[in-house]
C-alpha cells in the first residue's frame, strides 16, 4: 500500500510540475507579449527609411515565433498584424510608387508582389485576432446590410477604449484598403472596400484623432481613390486632406497623401507646386536632422517635437524625392 502511495503522490507531483510549467510559460509570453506591444512603438520614432526596412522583418519574425507558441494571443496577433501593414505601408508601397511611376511596373517578382504578400499577411493576423473574440469575416460583410451594423457587431465583441482593438481593427482596414487599392481591377476585391471603410469608421467613431490623424488619410484616399459612379467624392477627399494637414501641420503624411492620392490624379500642378515647396523644406530639415548637431534649429524643435510622428515623416520624405523625381511626367 505504501509503494502505491508512493507512486501516487510521484505521479500528482510529477502532474503539478508540468502544470506549473505550462503556466509559468504562458505567463512569460503574456508578459513578452505585453513587452513587444509597447516597444513596437519605438519603431515609430525612426528618423531613417533604411534603418527601419531593414529592422522590421526581423522583430515581426520573433512575434511569430512566440504566436507559435501561443496562437491566440491578442496583443502578439495584433502587433504581427500592426507589424505587416505598417511594413507594407512605409516599405513595399513606396517601392511600389517608384516602379509604378518609372512605368517599370513588374507582375511577378517585383515590389507589388511583394506589397501583396505583405498585406495578406497582415490580414491572416486580423482575421485570427477577430475570431478570437468571436468575429468572422462574412459577418463583416452581412453586418454592412443593416445601417450601423458593423458597428454593433463590432462594441458587442471589442472594446471601443482599448488601444489594442483599436490598433487591431485600423490596421486590419488600412490593410484590407492598400491591398484593394494595389489591384483596383480585381472587382472581387473591389466588392470588399466598403468592409475596409466600416472598420475604419468604428475606430474614427471611438477614436477621431487616433494615430496623428489617420482617420483623415483613410477617408481622404477612400473618397478620392473612387471614380464618382462608384461613390467618390473629390471634394470631401480634398476637405478631409486639408482639415488633417491644418490639425497635424508636423505630419507631413497629410500633404503627400493629399499629392498622392488627389493632386496628381487631378494633374493639379499649380496646387501640387504650393505643397511642393512646405516638403522641400521638410526635405531639409529631415536630412539636417539625420546628423548629429549640438544646436537645433527652432523651426526643427517645433517639427519633431512629437516623437512619435517620426516615421510617418520619414515615409512622406521618402515618398517625395519619388514624386519630385518623376514630376514633368506626372503633370
Known amino acids: 500500500m505504501g509503494k502505491v502511495y508512493t507512486q501516487w503522490a510521484l505521479f500528482t507531483a510529477l502532474l503539478l510540475l508540468t502544470s506549473c510549467s505550462s503556466l509559468i510559460k504562458k505567463m512569460a509570453l503574456n508578459t513578452t507579449a505585453s513587452l513587444l506591444s509597447d516597444a513596437s512603438k519605438e519603431m515609430q520614432t525612426e528618423s531613417s527609411y533604411t534603418n527601419f526596412k531593414v529592422a522590421v522583418l526581423a522583430n515581426i519574425k520573433t512575434v511569430e515565433a512566440l504566436l507559435f507558441l501561443d496562437q491566440e494571443n491578442e496583443e502578439l496577433l495584433v502587433t504581427a498584424l500592426k ?169 507631413w503624411l497629410a500633404r503627400l497623401g493629399y499629392i498622392q492620392y488627389y493632386l496628381i490624379p487631378l494633374s493639379n500642378e499649380e496646387e501640387y507646386k504650393q505643397q511642393a515647396k512646405f516638403l522641400d523644406q521638410a526635405l531639409l530639415l529631415h536630412q539636417a536632422q539625420l546628423k548629429w548637431n549640438p544646436v537645433v534649429e527652432p523651426q526643427a524643435q517645433e517639427a519633431f517635437a512629437e516623437n512619435q510622428i517620426r516615421l510617418f515623416q520619414t515615409v512622406a520624405i521618402e515618398r517625395y524625392k519619388i514624386i519630385k523625381k518623376y514630376e514633368k511626367e506626372l503633370f
Open 83 to 251: 507589424g505587416y501593414a505598417g511594413y507594407s505601408f512605409v516599405v513595399n508601397e513606396t517601392e511600389y510608387l517608384e516602379e509604378y511611376y518609372s512605368k517599370k511596373e513588374k507582375e511577378v517578382g517585383g515590389s507589388k508582389e511583394q506589397l501583396i504578400s505583405n498585406y495578406s499577411k497582415s490580414l491572416n493576423y486580423g482575421m485570427r485576432f477577430l475570431k478570437v473574440r468571436g468575429i468572422q469575416f462574412n459577418q463583416l460583410q452581412d453586418s454592412l446590410k443593416e445601417t450601423d451594423g458593423m458597428d454593433q457587431l463590432l462594441t458587442k465583441k471589442l472594446d471601443g477604449e482599448s488601444m489594442l482593438h483599436l490598433e487591431g481593427v485600423m490596421y486590419l482596414a488600412q490593410s484590407l484598403g492598400g491591398l484593394i487599392n494595389v489591384q483596383k481591377n480585381d472587382m472581387r476585391l473591389v466588392y470588399y472596400a466598403p468592409v475596409a471603410k466600416g472598420l475604419f469608421d468604428w475606430v474614427c467613431k471611438n477614436k477621431p484623432d487616433m494615430v496623428f490623424g489617420s482617420c483623415n488619410l483613410f477617408y481622404g484616399a477612400y473618397e478620392a481613390g473612387r471614380p464618382k459612379m462608384l461613390g467618390g467624392n473629390p471634394q470631401l477627399a480634398q476637405k478631409y486632406f486639408e482639415e488633417m494637414i491644418a490639425k497635424y501641420p508636423h505630419n
